[in-house]
């Protein structure tokens, strides 16, 4: 019998993490899952308990190293190990660069490449401690185009690329295997953020070769493969989600 994975799961209240997280607890695994809205994690937590999942729901703000901190010792008194990590949690705004604030540009480097930078720090000890695991990131096709949100965006994401990978170049031989999932135009509270209107929308997915946006499912499957024993071979490599759009228009 398949022993069930300790799954942890940072900005899994919401968009692709929350998704993640609901396909993991099918699985029977046991899920921690971290956001920083408090109120939102702790109603799903009792939603998805009531459904005989098990699930633990830890507050968690990704630019604060003891939250961080905690939130792996947490995991680890749990349950003694750290098999899959997934780091979901993300800040986006589409600003021009003028308009973009010194506080706009901290906020979301904070937010999305040294909240990723203490997710990785707290936790690979650990997992290696117990023979290594697998780490997916979700990062994002701005970082290949500069498009998509503002230069902020693209460069946070960016800086994630080189993060994965020098992470795999460090702990490859201790059992860490690293990918990064670079979704472009899933449907999520994002899209709606960047993309308010029926018009803007409109306009995107014709800009799309296969012409439909991608789903939470499609990342999903994508995410759990690669943090699978079925992609175990495929190593700090970045995956693409876009329809075709980067590299055919």
């Not at 947490?74 to 973009?100: C, F, H, N, P």
Request: net charge neutral; no cysteine; hydrophobic share 40%.
């Amino acid at each position: 019998m398949t022993r069930a994975s300790v799954v942890l799961i940072i900005g899994g209240a919401a968009g692709i993490g929350k998704a993640v997280a609901e396909s993991r607890l099918k699985k029977n695994d046991k899920v921690i899952f971290t956001d920083i809205n408090a109120e939102v994690g702790n109603q799903l937590m009792k939603e998805w308990r009531s459904q005989d999942y098990e699930a633990t729901f830890l507050r968690q703000n990704v630019t604060s190293w003891q939250d961080t901190e905690a939130v792996v010792a947490k995991t680890v008194a749990l349950y003694g190990r750290i098999d899959v990590l997934i780091i979901s949690a993300g800040v986006t705004s589409q600003k021009r660069l003028e308009d973009i604030s010194e506080k706009e540009w901290r906020f979301t480097l904070d937010v999305n490449l040294t909240g990723l930078f203490y997710n990785l720090k707290a936790a690979i000890p650990e997992m290696v401690k117990h023979y290594g695991g697998d780490i997916v990131i979700v990062g994002s096709g701005s970082a290949i185009t500069g498009s998509g949100g503002g230069i902020h965006y693209a460069v946070s994401k960016g800086g994630a690329f080189g993060l994965m990978r020098a992470i795999a170049n460090e702990y490859s031989d201790q059992g860490i295997h690293i990918n990064l999932v670079a979704p472009r135009v899933i449907e999520t509270e994002m899209l709606d953020v960047l993309y308010p209107t029926m018009e803007a929308k409109g306009a995107l997915r014709q800009k799309i070769p296969v012409r439909t946006f991608g789903t939470l499912a499609d990342t999903t499957s994508a995410i759990n493969f690669l943090a699978s024993e079925d992609s175990r071979y495929i190593q700090a490599q970045i995956l693409l989600l876009d329809g075709g759009r980067t590299y055919l228009t």
